[in-house]
């Protein structure tokens, strides 16, 4: 059984603060990806990552960075929260050659105060 | 640009009532079509790939690409389809997996 793992359910932090959230996967795929998911804007690809050390920027990578140091562990960066971040972020992960099929972590609900 | 249109916010439906769920596309290749589903307090999960042909939970999708659509349905709706629906299209090699904005389906008893 495929396990997306993230770090905290909920989080809540102040503007200007710098804000670390972890995904690990367990299925050792090659893709992991993050999104964030808003009410009626669906869900928008933040950043991706097809390998370690890799990274590639999505639709909305202002105001984010990631890291991606081991296979299994990808890691989205706020440098300096502002309260248009507060939102839910989720976490995915698939194998190369099968993107459309990706494996979502239960999210976390980040606040930004 | 690929771009997904999923044009109702909410879908509100009697509980053995016909359920169709809308989405469409723009993409000018031949593109992947996905729903993907999220239940109350669960994360978001595939629910059906339209090369795979299957169903699932009783919910079927054809894609018709000369209207562009994958249109989700199911011909009896349950109150445990109550869920967050998501179309997604995944382009050629290269393009990324683009989801629409979400249907609310709410099927009451």
């Known amino acids: 059984d495929v396990k997306v793992t993230q770090s905290s359910r909920y989080l809540v932090k102040r503007t200007g603060e710098k804000v670390f959230l972890e995904c690990v996967q367990d299925?050792?795929?090659?893709?992991m990806f993050w999104y964030r998911q808003d009410p009626g804007l669906g869900l928008r690809l933040i950043y991706f990552?097809?390998?370690?050390?890799?990274?590639e920027k999505g639709d909305i990578p202002e105001g984010y960075s990631v890291s991606r140091e081991k296979k299994e562990r990808f890691s989205l960066i706020l440098e300096s929260a502002s309260t248009n971040q507060t939102s839910m972020y989720l976490c995915?992960?698939?194998?190369?050659?099968?993107?459309?099929?990706?494996?979502f972590g239960p999210g976390t609900r980040l606040t930004v105060l | 640009a690929q771009r997904v249109t999923q044009p109702e916010k909410l879908l509100s439906v009697f509980k053995g009532a016909p359920v169709e769920l809308k989405c469409n596309y723009s993409?000018?290749?031949?593109?992947?079509l996905f729903w993907y589903v999220q239940y109350s307090r669960q994360r978001l999960q595939l629910l059906l790939r339209?090369?795979s042909r299957e169903s699932i939970k009783g919910f079927t999708a054809d894609l018709n690409k000369g209207e562009t659509s994958f249109h989700l349905k199911k011909p009896f709706a349950q109150e445990e389809d109550s869920a967050m629906y998501y179309c997604?299209?995944?382009?050629?090699?290269?393009?990324?997996?683009?989801f629409g904005t979400g249907t609310r389906l709410a099927v009451r008893p």
């Open positions: 339209h090369i």
């Open positions: 299925m050792d795929h090659e893709n």
């Open positions: 990552s097809y390998d370690v050390k890799m990274k």
């Open positions: 997604a299209l995944k382009g050629s090699s290269g393009d990324k997996l683009t």
């Open positions: 993409y000018s290749g031949s593109p992947e």
């Open positions: 995915a992960s698939s194998f190369r050659q099968r993107e459309g099929t990706q494996y």
